[in-house]
């Protein structure tokens, strides 16, 4: 059972257009952190979240966790071809654990 | 400043042999995980630990094995490779409590053929 869905798996498009990923669940996260992922490296986390509703910008990336704390979505605006590569929603505290449960991944491709 | 470092980035194992991934931080984590990552796939936990001394099982640990004897060291031990086991392992490690921030190395790719 995997516990964090993310969607779409794959994503083409082109150098300026808008695309938004989601990150769904079932379960009540005490937090929501997102990762970039490049190719032969490991994940680089981008931004947390801890509450229900929180918006965060990081230049063109808004990323917004779930009023009730049980999804989140990833908005990038403007895509640039250095946006490329696998992202990754992690939630934390469920189950009552310290562990962080992955999601299944976006791998986004931006083409010039 | 190195982060965490993990060894070697490539290896090829034949069935039924065995092996150590090894991972260290310097960063005074106390927390390390032990992930792995198949093709096009999110991280699936194999083991974390909380300090050094203490280790628990994550959610696929069967086929690995684990000791944490300081706080900048984590192996990883496969006594018996399968062709399953065939994936990329990623370590990482965490400031403050199990879902904060992670810190990850750069992956190990093993193949067991």
């Known amino acids: 059972t995997q516990l964090l869905e993310q969607s779409p798996q794959f994503l083409s498009i082109q150098e300026g257009e808008n695309l938004t990923v989601y990150c769904n669940s079932s379960?009540?996260?005490?937090?929501l952190q997102w990762y970039r992922q490049e190719p032969g490296e490991g994940p680089v986390l981008l931004v947390t979240?801890?509450?229900?509703?929180e918006v965060k910008k990081l230049k063109r990336l808004t990323f917004q966790f779930g009023d009730a704390r049980k999804d989140s979505s990833l908005h990038i605006t403007a895509a640039q071809t250095g946006d490329t590569g696998l992202y990754l929603c992690?939630?934390?505290?469920?189950?009552?654990?310290?562990?962080?449960?992955f999601g299944t991944g976006t791998r986004l491709q931006v083409f010039p | 400043n190195a982060g965490v470092t993990q060894t070697p980035k490539f290896r090829i194992l034949k069935i039924g042999q065995s092996m150590t991934l090894q991972c260290t931080q310097d960063m005074n984590h106390n927390y390390m995980y032990w992930y792995r990552q198949d093709p096009g796939m999110g991280l699936k936990l194999i083991y974390y630990s909380v300090g050094a001394g203490i280790t628990d099982k994550g959610e696929v640990p069967n086929g690995y094995n684990v000791s944490r004897s300081t706080t900048e060291d984590f192996p990883l031990r496969l006594e018996l490779a399968a062709p399953s086991q065939t994936s990329v392992y990623f370590c990482?490690?965490?400031?403050?409590?199990?879902?904060?921030?992670?810190?990850f190395g750069n992956g190990t790719r093993l193949t067991v053929t």
């Open positions: 990482a490690s965490s400031r403050i409590k199990g879902d904060s921030p992670l810190h």
């Open positions: 379960s009540v996260f005490s937090s």
């Open positions: 979240v801890v509450t229900g509703g």
């Open positions: 992690a939630g934390g505290g469920v189950y009552n654990t310290d562990k962080l449960i």
